[in-house]
């Protein structure tokens, strides 16, 4: 049904991009005193039937007091948006959603009207979806709505949407309550409209009938010439139209000179023209009625301010048309699927038809791509490269190849992100399904600007990346050839169940590197079945080794590797094989892929094989091409090894519960935040003193040490007294960050004198560090015993949201780093999946005898602070250092917590 959604701008919404179910996109936008004219116009163009449904009369006239009423709206009173379509002087209201405040609690009556032409489509859907959206910042917490019975459609919005409904029917009309504050469904029904849509919006641009390609040229060495014979060339199934003002065919072809002048309808447009004709080819589109466009051209966001005023008003040109578009700035789109044959890009060559699908934001290096994938035979489903993105993007590719049936394996190459948190929904999804493994540019400083240069967008972290991509399942390379490689595998082998490897070869070295590479990268190649060993000694020679790897030695005939990877695949305590070959001159390389070949194409079993013949790149492609049974050999093993444990990393993430978002009953997030002191710290910007802090953290369940605030010497040594000694005594402050450095913190107090001495000689510490003034008083707390010191934390990136950190604690946690992120929310396997990443987990597992830590209670605590961010997004930055790992079954303390806000405006 719908729909995806683009925030435009930051503040309420002059304009939302929304995306029917049918691919298509309109604008909604809050409807506006000067819209009379257009609501005038909108009502005499709907059917007496649909006005019936509405307004549940037959009403033939709109006055201009109503008018008026409808369009002068205050919101929490009334409120109400417009789905609209052109530009401004020529804009027109499409449909019309509306709330009106009753009386009675915080509840708002609702109502829709959708243009006749475009229902069934979605658009009162995405309607509700927004008029709810905007009812939760006013504190609506329900719609009421009445309904005639015959107006089946609507009924079937309400149905349909996911929120809870109570019905009630009575002489004809059905009285609908809507639930806003229940949106658990809704939000899954809520995702799934808009993956329909975003994969039908890429559908309608690479399942095209009709093309039009504008800047067709005569050249064929020219970008529009290249681009309009590769359509030819390949066979395309369906019909091209070269534009070109001054030609009167091309290649044959009748040419038009624009693309107004092309005769019937028109899918996608192909704009190979100079940047500042764009927008006006773009209007000619529209007036055309294309549904969707392919920019080639560059010259915008990624070139200088005039670029960038340049995409700007394409975007919003676009968008005023309901146009979906891929670019600009980028090499073309490609479809191998045997009923489209779409080859809309001006690479010079033609990949082979296949299962791996390829998104770049790169144009230069999908040539490269396209390139590569021919020259190793590694077949292509199809290909986007989508420059500057300013509609279609990496989400809606991931949605529409989630569905196709084409499309085994996905690879993107990334230099930035736009919507990066749906990024990471819609990966998370897909990777459930099908494997994505992807180039993040950008890792270094120097990458990261560059990134930023060339696409004209905000290069993310590059610890947000590896964040989202393990949250996400996305297997992340770090160069295009370890891209290939995975896909290699991905691509036609089965996914390994476990991380045992069996090595073969006929050459002790490359069998000792494949074997240093397995223990290095998660794999373990352990001794084979006593069973195994026995059934290889009956045909190897003397000198072979069988214990694993399997060294046939070098006159090992191709008879050997048929006969001894037969066995070896039928080993159970085997999950893969690598079979490593070195020519020697005793065997053909033609005659041992024929054999390993033979072995494969006869195996049914589930296990991968990779294959590694050491052999230059030349020799090589003769083995694929010549080999009876294809195979896909890796020159070196450790490429060959690296691969596979991609592969098997991947194939944990499928095994793995994905989770779910833990919800903590007792903790009444409304409630908290009434409290007055959580008022009074979310109007403060700024650290927060300490023992506000620590309260924040004690209101979500997480267990802090008992602390008490004193401004004297007498103060501190009567509030130790109160804890009982030891004690622990802390500066206070919401400037002093790093406590330690200053001589903030003194531990092991163990009397009033102590105490009284160590305030004295912590001011004195404090002031010459240059902190006079900033302090107030000290916090006293009891001295904790035993455990582990660990860290939580949570920062805001700017595109990726919370991003929660967990690791080692205490003062060297900036020196050795040892520290796992996540995504937020947290899921419980989250928790998991953190602790795993930590090279300390050993600590808490009874190390060197250590005692078992409380594991348990430290992925509770964890899940707590995740509530604790969703409740607060006040929160800029926040650090529990240390949190106390006690004894198993002991649960955990946070001993120190600082905390950022910085409220929205």
């Keep these: 049904m719908a729909v995806e959604k683009k925030i435009v701008r930051e503040e309420e919404p002059e304009s939302i991009e929304v995306i029917l179910r049918n691919g298509q996109s309109l604008r909604v936008r809050p409807i506006r005193p000067e819209d009379k004219k257009k609501l005038e116009g909108f009502f005499y163009r709907l ?16 006055t201009e007091d109503e008018l008026k009423y409808f369009t002068e709206v205050t919101p929490p009173k009334r409120y109400a948006y417009v789905a609209t379509v052109g530009e401004a002087d020529t804009e027109r ?46 504190n609506i917490v329900a ?24 019905k009630r029917f009575a002489e004809g009309v059905y009285y609908i309550a809507i639930d806003l504050k229940d949106q658990e469904e809704y939000e899954k029904r809520q995702a799934h409209r808009e993956h329909i849509a975003r994969s039908a919006g890429v559908k309608r641009l690479l399942c095209p009938h009709r093309v039009a390609v504008v800047g067709a040229s005569r050249n064929p060495e020219s970008v529009g010439g290249a681009l ?94 309901g146009m979906r578009v891929i670019g600009p700035n980028c090499l073309g789109i490609l479809n191998n699927n045997p009923d489209v044959k779409l080859n809309a890009t001006f690479s010079p060559v033609s990949p082979p038809s296949g299962n791996l699908s390829i998104g770049s934001q790169s144009g230069a290096l999908g040539l490269a791509l396209l390139d590569h994938a021919k020259s190793i035979n590694l077949g292509i489903s199809s290909f986007v490269s989508f420059g500057n ?121 490359p069998g000792v590197l494949a074997a240093d590479a397995c223990e290095g990268l998660g794999l373990k190649v352990t001794p084979l079945s006593e069973a195994t060993q026995k059934k290889l000694r009956e045909f190897l020679p003397k000198a072979a080794a069988v214990l694993n790897p399997v060294d046939m030695i070098a006159t090992a005939p191709p008879e050997s590797f048929k006969k001894a990877l037969s066995i070896m695949l039928q080993d159970p305590e085997i999950d893969s094989i690598i079979v490593i070959y070195i020519p020697p001159l005793v065997t053909k390389p033609e005659d041992v892929a024929e054999a390993v070949g033979e072995v494969l194409s006869n195996y049914m079993g589930d296990k991968p094989v990779i294959t590694c013949f050491m052999m230059s790149q030349t020799a090589l492609a003769e083995i694929r091409k010549s080999a009876k049974y294809p195979l896909r050999p890796f020159i070196f093993p450790e490429d060959a090894v690296q691969a596979l444990s991609l592969a098997y990393d991947y194939s944990q993430y499928r095994e793995m519960e994905e989770g779910t978002v833990v919800k903590f009953p007792e903790i009444d997030a409304e409630k908290i935040r009434s409290r007055d002191w959580v008022r009074n710290i979310l109007k403060r910007k700024g650290w927060l003193m300490p023992e506000e802090a620590i309260a924040l953290l004690k209101e979500y369940g997480i267990t802090v040490a008992d602390t008490l605030v004193a401004k004297s010497a007498i103060e501190a040594a009567d509030a130790a007294e109160r804890l009982g000694y030891p004690v622990v005594m802390k500066i206070r402050s919401s400037r002093i960050v790093h406590k330690t450095d200053v001589g903030g913190i003194a531990v092991g107090l163990k009397d009033a004198e102590d105490v009284k001495r160590a305030f004295s000689m912590m001011l004195l510490k404090v002031e010459s560090a240059g902190f006079a003034g900033e302090t107030d008083g000290v916090i006293i707390q009891s001295m904790a015993k035993g455990g582990q010191e660990m860290i939580a934390g949570m920062s805001q990136d700017p595109l990726f949201g919370p991003l929660i950190m967990l690791g080692l604690g205490g003062v060297s946690v900036e020196l050795l780093k ?69 004894e198993e079954g002991s649960g955990v303390t946070a001993l120190d917590v600082r905390v950022y806000m910085n409220p929205a405006e």
């Design 47 to 62: 059917s007496p039937r649909t006005r019936y449904l509405r307004f549940q009369y037959a009403k033939e006239f709109i």
């Design 228 to 321: 309009f014979r590769n359509l030819l060339k390949d066979g395309f199934n369906g019909v091209v139209f070269p534009v070109n003002p001054k030609a009167d065919s091309i290649a044959g072809v009748l040419a038009y000179p624009t693309v107004l002048d092309c005769p019937g309808d028109i899918d996608i447009a192909i704009l190979v023209v100079p940047a500042e004709q764009v927008l006006s080819v773009v209007d000619e589109c529209a007036k055309k009625n294309v549904a969707g466009l392919v920019i080639i051209t560059a010259g915008f966001g990624e070139s200088g301010p005039e670029g960038r005023e340049r995409e700007k008003k394409l975007r919003e040109k676009i968008l005023s048309y």
């Design 818 to 886: 040892d520290v796992a992120f996540s995504i937020h929310p947290l899921r419980d396997a989250d928790t998991d999946r953190m602790l795993r990443g930590l090279k300390s987990l050993p600590l808490l597992q009874g190390y060197r005898g250590r005692p078992f830590g409380d594991i348990k209670a430290l992925k509770e605590a964890l899940l707590r602070f995740s509530s604790l961010v969703e409740d607060f997004p006040e929160i800029d930055q926040i650090e529990i250092n240390p949190l106390l790992v006690l």
């Design 389 to 509: 993105r300013i509609d279609i993007s990496t989400n809606d590719l991931l949605d529409y190849w989630e569905d196709d049936k084409n499309t085994d394996v996905i690879v993107l190459y990334q230099e930035s992100f736009g919507e990066a948190r749906k990024f990471g929904r819609i990966a998370r999804r897909v990777s459930h399904k099908k494997p994505i493994i992807a180039v993040k540019a950008g890792r270094s400083k120097v990458g990261a600007a560059a990134a930023t240069s060339h696409t004209g967008a905000l290069a993310a972290s590059d610890v947000a990346v590896d964040a989202l991509f393990r949250h996400a399942g996305v297997i992340r390379v770090t160069t295009i050839e370890e891209m290939f490689n995975a896909s290699e595998v991905l691509t036609h082998q089965p996914l390994p169940r476990g991380p045992r490897v069996g090595i073969l070869t006929n050459a002790g070295g």
């Design 143 to 166: 719609f009421e709505a009445q309904v005639l019975q015959d107006n089946t459609r609507m009924l079937e919005v309400f149905e349909e949407s996911g929120f809870r409904l109570k």
């Design 93 to 138: 209201i499409l449909a019309v959603g509306r709330w009106d405040i009753l009386p009675v609690g915080n509840v708002a009556e609702v109502a829709f009207t959708v243009e006749d032409n475009i229902q069934l489509r979605g658009l009162g859907t995405i309607l509700l979806e927004e008029l709810a959206r905007a009812a939760t910042k006013y």
